[in-house]
């Protein structure tokens, strides 16, 4: 058949369309970009997220190096254009500070392709975790072992004195970056609430041997091994303030078992406890104070067994728990699973959503939710893959991708981190 001089214009006026707005015959287009550490080869995989079907496809020039080994978090910058990624190195020792530690600043390009840029240090040993302030503007970096302040004409010492080495207390540490909108560029924000010597401290000291944190609104919280949560209130200016002015404000957790994670959303902030396989739940207050709901918040995570993660979605409605093991009988391998629950704004009590647990690859351990929140995906440690899962932001649910849910990433799976469009 033959088309008119009209048709022939009409569709060629349609496929300039599709391509002016970035859709194929086989998708509606790239939402999101997403990038996945592994530890195992020091590499950063990524991915373009697809509207139509979520499917993932290797960003050109994936996997990128980490400029470091070990990496254990990643962030991304609001906005999508700068990328965060931190390096444990391969030393658990206080003693030295590993060369092969630190932070990786990049800068993401029009295609999702990651530039290095220039590698930070924290002020502490053994780093363990990142995180962004709410409104991007912040990074803060969580150290296993804060320095120690050695004091002036100390003998066998700089005569000026200083943090020269690690600390004998156990203490943590937080290190704050100020980030530069235009580079990506990070510059140390000081300790201007305690001063030695004349002269603020480069950090802020925090609990014994902190693990993880998280950013809510005002607040940061660490999760520490001592089984204590410690809340610290943010300024506008990055700095961190303890309600009580000093390391005597924490929140030890009763009856807790192993506490593996911290996570929140909105005004929720949750713990997982592979030690007890259960979910702590706490509302965060005035000057970030944790309450336990009616009922001590304690909800038990069965059939899921050793939670390691969890995660809220953007609208704070539903809790998903990534679980190494479960109490089902002969489940469909891997043994891993997520449960899911509803969190019920009326009494803050969690509801297990319908079809909970929900299948996922071996040892999940962290999860991120695309920007149009129509898909989440989980990093999965053991098989170093990626599950996709169609959400359903009305009923919780998660279900298999239409074209597969299982997408290989780059050696040991480790955290995700995504973006919407990139603002150039």
Not at 194 to 215: A, D, H, I, R, S
């Amino acid at each position: 058949m033959k088309l008119s001089l009209f048709g022939r214009f009409a569709m060629a006026l349609v496929a300039s369309l599709a391509l002016g707005l970035g859709m194929t015959a086989c998708g509606g287009g790239t939402i999101a970009y997403m990038w996945v550490i592994g530890s195992q080869y020091n590499q950063i995989a990524g991915f373009k997220v697809d509207d139509y079907t979520g499917n993932l496809t290797q960003i050109v020039g994936a996997p990128f190096v980490t400029h470091g080994t070990n990496p254990v978090s990643i962030v991304v910058k609001p906005g999508g254009r700068y990328v965060f990624v931190l390096n444990q190195g391969t030393s658990t020792s206080s003693s030295t500070r590993d060369p092969n530690s630190g932070i990786s600043v990049y800068s993401v390009g029009g295609d999702g392709t990651l530039t290095f840029q220039a590698p930070y240090q924290s002020t502490g040993y053994v780093p363990q975790w990142l995180q962004l302030d709410s409104t991007g503007s912040y990074l803060y970096v969580l150290d296993k072992y804060s320095p120690s302040y050695i004091a002036p004409n100390t003998p066998g010492y700089p005569s000026v004195g200083g943090f020269v080495g690690p600390n004998t207390d156990g203490l943590g540490a937080i290190t704050v970056f100020a980030i530069d909108s235009s580079t990506g560029r990070l510059s140390l924000v000081t300790n201007a609430q305690t001063q030695l010597n004349n002269v603020n401290t480069p950090m802020f000291e925090v609990g014994t041997g902190p693990f993880m944190m998280k950013t809510i609104g005002g607040c940061v919280f660490t999760l520490d091994n001592n089984n204590t949560v410690f809340p610290y209130s943010i300024s506008s200016s990055g700095q961190l303030a303890l309600p009580n002015g000093a390391i005597n404000g924490g929140y030890p957790i009763q009856g807790a078992g192993t506490l593996t994670s911290i996570n929140g959303g909105g005004s929720y902030v949750f713990i997982t406890d592979s030690g007890t396989d259960s979910v702590r739940e706490f509302t965060v207050g005035s000057g970030c104070a944790l309450t336990p709901p009616a009922g001590g918040g304690v909800t038990s995570n069965a059939p899921g067994l050793n939670p390691q993660y969890s995660f809220i979605d953007a609208s704070s409605k539903y809790l998903y728990v990534l679980n190494q093991s479960t109490t089902v009988v002969n489940p469909v391998q891997p043994y891993s699973s997520i449960t899911a629950y509803v969190i019920n704004s009326a009494n803050s009590q969690l509801q297990v959503v319908t079809g909970s647990p929900f299948t996922v690859g071996s040892n999940p351990v962290c999860m991120v939710e695309d920007p149009t929140s129509q898909y989440m995906y989980i990093s999965n440690r053991n098989d170093g893959t990626v599950t996709g899962k169609q959400f359903d932001s009305t009923t919780g649910i998660l279900s298999q991708l239409s074209r597969g849910s299982t997408f290989p990433s780059v050696g040991t799976g480790g955290c995700l981190g995504l973006s919407g469009s990139v603002d150039n």
